[in-house]
């Protein structure tokens, strides 16, 4: 027997979907390093641990990734692994987000118990997200539904809607997928209607960026299209200076050498919401963001996020 020599361990947060992420970086590294052992370092983060105000009005960016990263700062935990969502637009010195994983599907999903979409609620259902993103393009397209906070993991946001809190519920299909809970999505919303968030779908792994044997192994995780993508979509954000708590969709595609970049600014009750699109090669990707960020400014979205801030 071949005794297993380097160690990884993972921080991550306690919640199913986390845990999730972390077991299959576990799982994709063993499989591809025979000496490699991986132990999950599990943690709450602020983002757990205050449950009952909604998340824009906590603010501070990285509210789900602070803990994780001082782990790694501390040498508790060699990796991190995160929603792409949640995670920051900027990193600390001395980390770096080295990897991004395969995407799953981006799209959001709508899951009732008694409606098959969002066409078919009837006037005045309520809605539930905590998404600002999902909540102004659902006012945008149905100004007479009423969208109510729904904080929690995925297991607590469907029971609540199962106890009847709720006539529909929207999130991210990615992480009913994930969990095993794909046949609760009555209807997948298309990008066209609901605009993703940036990295929605995608699996990032943070490190140390001096910890060259670690960055080794993560290699053969990296998957480059998804890369290309959120790449993109990311820049835009971070020229919009909006974390994951603002009215912000970023979602981008790649066909051949091209990439295609799609970018939505709204106000939160979906009174105003302004979109854009950009296209070009797959190598100025970022720049590609920031061009479209740039177009959406021009359009007046820094006026519109301001007012978001403002209200929030
Ligand atoms: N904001 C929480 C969060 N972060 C990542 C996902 C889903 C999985 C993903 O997008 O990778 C979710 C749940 C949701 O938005 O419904």
Known sequence: MTEKTKLVRIATRKSALA??????????????????RVELVPMSTQGD????TPLAKIGGKGLFVKELEQAMLDGRADIA??????????????????????????????????????DTLPQGAIVGTSSLRRQC??????PDLEIRDLRGNVNTRLAKLDSGQYDA???????LIRLEMGERIRDFIEPEVSLPANGQGAVGIECRIDDTVTKALLAPLEHN?????????????????????????????????????????????????????????????????????KKLLAQGADKVLADVYRDA
Not at 137 to 142: F, H, K, L, S, T
């Open 19 to 36: 845990l999730w992420q972390a077991e299959f970086v576990k799982a994709q590294l063993e499989h591809f390093h025979d000496d490699v």
């Open 49 to 52: 641990i205050i449950l009952d």
């Open 81 to 118: 692994v995160h929603s792409m969502k949640d995670v920051p637009v900027e990193f600390p010195d001395d980390l770096e987000l080295h990897t991004i994983c395969e995407r799953e599907d981006p799209r959001d999903a709508f899951v009732s118990n008694n409606f098959v979409n969002i």
């Open 137 to 142: 393009q659902i006012r945008a397209m149905r």
């Open 169 to 175: 519920i929207i999130l991210a299909a990615a992480g």
């Open 225 to 293: 299209e998804t890369r290309i993508r959120v790449n993109a979509e990311r820049a835009m954000n971070r020229h919009l200076e909006g974390g994951c708590q603002v009215p912000i969709g970023a979602y981008a595609l790649v066909e051949g050498d091209q990439v295609h970049l799609r970018g939505l600014v709204g106000a939160i009750d979906g009174s105003e919401i302004l979109r854009d699109e950009i296209s070009g090669h797959v190598d100025d990707a970022e720049k590609l963001g920031v061009e479209l960020a």
